[in-house]
């Protein structure tokens, strides 16, 4: 598929997010281009899996979450009145960062959204199921066993099973949180792999708390930090902001941050 | 006070609380633990009690029931063989009578119509409790429903004959509903166990991994798809243990039973839930409550019915254990 050079499939304008009332990432401006994949990057408490799953409404299932400014996809606000998360999460999916099958079989974890889409066709569903998995480069591995449970494979197989379920449905964006900060270094260069054939087709943001993978897969990378306050009464206050966003050769080779330039060093995380 | 730490030697208080050898070498050899093996025995001896008593409760039981069995009459002929026992439908021991039919058919009776209240609105109570209720409306729900899993069931049988049979017989009519029936008795075991099949119910359905949730929300299903296909099947086990503990309570319910369901056995076909019946746990107790002479056939037959209920109950277990092994969807 070609690429529409500049064109996005998602723009962060003035996000903020809050939980209960407690202000967690501030102002973060981020266009997800299409086809790429983009990278978010920063030590822990940045925000970035909270910026993640504001993009999918997935902070909804948080109680106190609360969103501020605009994610526009398709010149939508998925924060106005009257959008439906449900029908938000059929076209930008997700995959997370513990592999989370269902206690089901191999079929049935794939043919889950399908199946929620309302397709009930068995022949159309061995199609997508079969389609997906091979998508996910699984297939040789399961293909003569699709009944058994997917919590039998391994850890790599299980998260390539909940990728293959989430392009089941043929998403426009797949948000992925450390999809493989719980795998070995095997299945992690698997996943990386899959993810670079995967942006082919779909649109990929991924949070990870490896420079070293952002590097290998991105071609955008944002850059997280964290803003600290002292409250009256002593306290200190921390809240997530986006440090610099650029494409991620330029990030890692030039980046105009001292602070980008420090943590890419390894000096903090 | 010296309180810096040399690299290479510990320090004093640490040092002291050490053994050495004589030499000065560090004692690691093995050596007599006594109060650790104490405790050991004393928790097989625990284990070894609860395990022989309920052994001997159901060898007592086997024993005395066997008894009936081999009781003779005056023409030399058993009193009753185990085939009139299982299949015949008329108990009347005064008439040398021991068919189990019609005091088991309302033990079902009974149970049926509690499980009909309790699995519903139980199962209905634990979905709202974990899925939709805050944490704080579960916060203060649920210690209410262990509350209401604590009465007195001689409290809920006094609630059947004071509340529940004049509700029967004001819907109903007092010429269909006779003040001792099973249905009374029924809705208010019904009311008795909800507590219990809601919380556990609860129980197994908070358990199920928020990853899990997570996961099928991701995939754009709605609340209830979510309940229905994900959470009901991963707690299927814990919902089915429930709902067993629910059916044995029933089952082996005697106050309410004995209260409100009535005195004497009846076998009625088509079942007749509105008339007095007695089931297997309240004539139990009706007539052990009686004077009845030790070694009169009346009394071995208790003991068969104890131990028919027994095997009930263990079937029902075993039932229970087939099942959840069978359909499952272990999360672990």
């Not at chain 2, 009374?184 to 099949?197: K, N």
């Not at chain 2, 067993?244 to 079942?271: D, K, Q, Y």
Request: glycine residues 8%; neutral net charge; proline residues 5%.
């Amino acid at each position: 598929m070609t690429t529409t050079n500049g064109a996005t499939a998602i723009d962060l304008k003035s996000v903020k997010v809050f939980y209960n009332d407690k202000l967690a990432v501030d102002d973060v401006n981020i266009p997800i281009y299409h086809n790429k994949i983009t990278a978010f990057i920063g030590p822990s408490g940045c925000g970035k899996s909270t910026v993640l799953r504001s993009i999918n409404r997935m902070n909804d299932l948080i109680p106190g979450a609360r969103v501020e400014g605009q994610v526009l996809y398709h010149n939508k606000n998925l924060y106005g009145d009257n959008v439906d998360p449900v029908e938000v999460r059929r076209r930008i999916g997700m995959v997370f960062q513990k592999p989370n099958p269902f206690p089901k079989s191999i079929y049935d974890n794939v043919a889950y959204g399908p199946r929620l889409l309302g397709i009930r066709d068995r022949r159309t569903l061995d199609e997508i199921v079969e389609r997906s998995i091979k998508g996910a480069y699984l297939w040789d591995e399961v293909k003569d066993d699709l009944k058994k449970s997917g919590l039998a494979l391994s850890g790599g197989q299980q998260q390539r099973l909940c990728i293959a379920r989430t392009i089941a449905v043929e998403p426009d964006v797949i948000l992925m949180d450390e999809p493989a900060s719980a795998l070995d270094p095997i299945a992690t260069q698997a996943i990386e792999e899959l993810m670079r054939e995967l942006v082919k087709q779909y649109t990929i943001v991924i949070v990870t708390h490896n420079m070293q993978q952002a590097q290998r897969v991105s071609d955008y990378t944002a850059f997280f930090s964290i803003r600290k306050a002292e409250e009256t009464g002593g306290q200190e206050r921390r809240w997530g902001v986006l440090g610099e966003y650029a494409p991620t050769d330029q990030l890692f080779s030039n980046p105009k941050a001292e602070e980008t330039e420090r943590y890419i060093r390894g000096e903090f995380g | 006070m010296q309180s810096e730490l040399q690299i290479g030697r510990k320090s004093e208080v640490i040092a002291k609380a050490l053994v050495n050898d004589a030499d000065g070498s560090p004692r690691i050899e093995k050596r007599a633990r006594l109060f650790d093996d104490f405790i050991r025995y004393v928790l097989l001896f625990c284990g070894i009690v609860s395990i022989f008593t309920t052994l001997g409760i159901v060898v007592v039981l086997g024993r005395e029931s066997l008894l009936l069995f081999s009781t003779l009459d005056a023409q030399g002929q058993p009193v009753v063989t185990l085939g009139e026992f299982f299949f015949s439908t008329s108990w009347q021991p005064a008439g040398l009578k021991f068919g189990i039919l019609p005091l088991l058919e309302s033990t079902l009776m009974t149970s049926f119509v509690a499980m009909l209240v309790a699995l519903p609105l139980g199962l209905g109570a634990a979905i709202y409790l974990s899925e939709y209720a805050s944490p704080r409306v579960r916060g203060s729900l649920k210690p209410i429903l262990e509350i209401l899993a604590g009465i007195p069931t001689v409290v809920y049988g006094y609630f059947a004959v004071t509340f529940m049979t004049p509700l029967l017989q004001g819907v109903f009519g007092r010429d269909t509903v006779q003040f001792y029936n099973t249905a009374s008795a029924g809705l208010v075991m019904g009311i008795m166990i909800l507590p219990t099949i809601a919380s556990m119910s609860e129980d197994a359905l908070s358990a199920v991994p928020r990853n899990l949730r997570e996961a099928s929300y991701g995939l754009s299903a709605t609340k209830f798809e979510t309940i229905s296909k994900v959470i009901l099947p991963a707690a299927l086990s814990g919902i089915v243990a429930a709902a067993i503990v629910g059916i044995s309570r029933a089952v082996g319910e005697t106050m309410i039973v004995a209260l409100a369901a009535g005195a004497g056995p009846n076998w009625t076909m088509p079942p007749n839930f509105f008339v007095a019946a007695e089931t297997i746990t309240g004539h139990i107790a009706r007539i052990s409550g009686g004077d009845l002479s030790y070694n009169s056939v009346d009394y071995d037959s208790l003991f068969a019915l104890g131990f028919a209920l027994f095997i009930f109950t263990l079937g029902l277990n075993l039932l229970s254990r087939y099942i959840t092994n069978r359909f499952r969807e272990a999360y672990q």
